[in-house]
């Protein structure tokens, strides 16, 4: 799948929320779509799902890190989810290397 198709397909309720201008979420959304597709075929594997999961879990995380770094009034705050996002980032990329 490549991003432009994969935007073409998203809901407007989605596209119509502000924290959609953000690129890195759009980015971040995209990630967890192509993991849960990578997911799909290594979890027939049954050794491979508790490392699937937590494949699933640190890729969902990024946006939702994001998504409520967005939300919060103080940068400080703001700061502090982004960071989490970047871990989960960094996570989700370790778990790629280890399957």
Same mark, same amino acid.
């Given at each position: 799948m490549k991003y432009r198709e994969w935007i073409n397909e998203i809901p407007e309720e989605l596209t119509a +929320?502000?924290?959609w201008n953000m690129n890195v979420y759009r980015y971040s959304l995209f990630l967890s +779509?192509?993991?849960?597709? +990578?997911? %799909?075929?290594?979890?027939q594997n049954k050794i491979l799902i508790s490392s699937c999961d937590q494949l699933y879990r640190s890729?969902? %995380?990024v946006s939702a890190n994001i998504a409520e770094g967005y939300s919060r009034k103080s940068k400080l705050d703001q700061a502090r989810f982004y960071e989490y996002a970047l871990g989960s980032a960094r996570?989700?990329?370790?778990w790629y290397f280890k399957m």
């Open positions: +929320d502000p924290l +779509d192509i993991a849960w597709n +990578d997911i %799909s075929e290594l979890a890729a969902g %995380s996570e989700c990329r370790g």
